[in-house]
């Protein structure tokens, strides 16, 4: 079969799988032929059932994704692929994808539960993404589409300290702007234009912003992101830890 991942990156992602207790690495050939049909359904986005056969038995492939995507293997993976992160700024924002119909039932009620919502936008799922001073993902959080971006930030930035944080002003929060301060951050988030005393900030320095939107290109690429088609929220934050990892390790 013709592989579609580079060699260096099947390197990568390689050396890393035999770092996992108890997954079965001898056959490295079945392996990357496993991980080829990951790609090949996070980069088509087709129905799991409608796989190649030259991949194998689309029913296992399931099942083996969705146990690596239990065992945090995926998410994993986005961490060993994170390398040598660019920590001078950090910058966060957040998009949103619709999510097709086979998205919905779950189980009756888990909406809010499996990251799914009512936004303008229709039925959709919001990514709130951190990105390093290059622009490459550091973390993900999903939530309902009608979440606001804000509701989301001190979560994505727990672990942020003695670095600058780059966010457009829908992040002008005075809890925000002081846990920031707390963990000893230069803060570049524009004011919104009803504060009575508006904070300055380094305008040449907002002008990398464009670093997080161009992540959400990328990202969008693949059409398994650009819309939601997975029941579960676990799955569809597997599918981004990958395409993550694949971001880094390009």
Known sequence: MDYCIEPHVWESICRYLK??????????????????????ITRGGCQWRLLPAVYGDWRAIHRRFKRWAERGIWRDLLRHAQAEPDMQAVMIDATIVRAHACAAGYTKECHD?????????????????LVDGLGNPLEF????????DITQAVKLTENISHTT????????????VDHLKVNSCTIVIPPRCNRKQPRDYDKELYRERHLVECFFGKIKHYRRIFSRFDKTALVYAAFLSFVGALIWLR
């Open 165 to 176: 944080v780059i966010a457009d002003k829908g992040y002008d929060s005075n809890y925000f």
């Open 113 to 129: 539960q499996e990251a799914l919502g009512r936004s303008k936008g229709g039925f959709t799922t919001k990514i709130h993404a």
């Open 19 to 40: 770092t996992v207790p108890s997954l079965h690495t001898k056959d490295e050939n079945r392996l990357r032929q496993f991980i080829e049909a990951i790609w090949y």
């Open 141 to 148: 959080i999903l939530t309902p589409g009608q979440r606001h």
